[in-house]
């Protein structure tokens, strides 16, 4: 079994940032592919930003050029550095890992920023 346990969320006023954590454990195969989603209130769940185990990054285009992925393989983390925050960012943020078949998800985090 995996666990993922996210961190960082909170409330930011609009411009700010934030940056989050997404700590995996359990039985993890070495290649993967970790994953940010958020969903708003009334909205959809939409990806938000992916990072492979070799770090290639991809970013929804509503946060590309604000949003920053990372990771450290070697604690199995995932980060998501949030700058130029916008209210319209404002949702719980989600950690997914994938690797083969398997695809698992975090508790979420909360995102609240105010205009």
């Known amino acids: 079994q995996v666990q993922l346990v996210e961190s960082g969320g909170g409330l930011v006023q609009a411009g700010g940032s934030l940056r989050l954590s997404c700590a995996a454990s359990g039985s993890i195969f070495s290649t993967n592919v970790m994953k940010w989603y958020r969903q708003a209130p009334g909205k959809q769940r939409e990806w938000v930003a992916g990072i492979t185990s070799g770090g290639s990054t991809n970013y929804a285009d509503s946060v590309k050029g604000r949003f920053t992925i990372s990771r450290d393989n070697a604690k199995n983390t995932v980060y998501l550095q949030m700058n130029s925050l916008k209210p319209e960012d404002t949702a719980v943020y989600y950690c997914?890992?994938?690797?083969?078949?398997?695809?698992?998800w975090g508790q979420g985090t909360q995102v609240t920023v105010s205009s």
């Open positions: 997914n890992i994938v690797f083969g078949i398997a695809n698992f």
